[in-house]
């Protein structure tokens, strides 16, 4: 796979991951009746849902940038533990399947956003050729 098809490939998945974080951080900050609602079948207090969007919101911006990368590895880490988290909520509560999938499809497109940063880590490590 060439530089920029793997450039590109990572700015794609992680634009697509960044804009459905921040429309889900809108509903938390927002207090959409859809994420009330389903806080409360899961037995979670309401108040979570402006700390999980204002920490979203950060993670967001944490995988936009490309200077700390530590912090960068650091949201991987939260939203990949927030992500199982809501599939493992959703099972235990007997939610539909489309609720209990959806967070999965999220994992794996975080998990290959993940993987094209890594190659896009090592081939910019790499001395050119001559």
Same mark, same amino acid.
């Given at each position: 796979m060439s530089t920029k098809s793997i450039k590109v490939a990572y700015w794609v998945l992680n634009?697509?991951?960044?804009l459905f974080h921040v429309g889900d951080a809108y509903g938390g900050l927002s207090k959409a009746q859809a994420g009330v609602d389903a806080m409360n =079948?899961?037995? /979670?207090?309401? /108040? %979570?849902m402006g700390f999980l969007a204002?920490?979203?919101l950060l993670g967001v911006v944490a995988l936009l940038q490309n200077k700390y990368k530590t912090i960068k590895e650091w949201a991987? =880490?939260?939203?990949?533990?927030?992500?199982?988290? =809501?599939?493992?909520?959703?099972?235990?509560?007997?939610?539909t399947p489309l609720f209990i999938v959806m967070p999965i499809v999220f994992l794996? %497109?975080?998990f290959a956003l993940y993987y094209f940063w890594r190659k896009m880590e090592q081939t910019t490590l790499q001395p050119a050729s001559a």
């Open positions: 634009i697509l991951f960044c =079948a899961m037995g /979670y207090p309401t /108040y %979570l204002v920490l979203k991987f =880490a939260g939203f990949s533990f927030t992500l199982i988290g =809501a599939a493992v909520s959703h099972i235990c509560v007997h939610d794996i %497109l975080l």
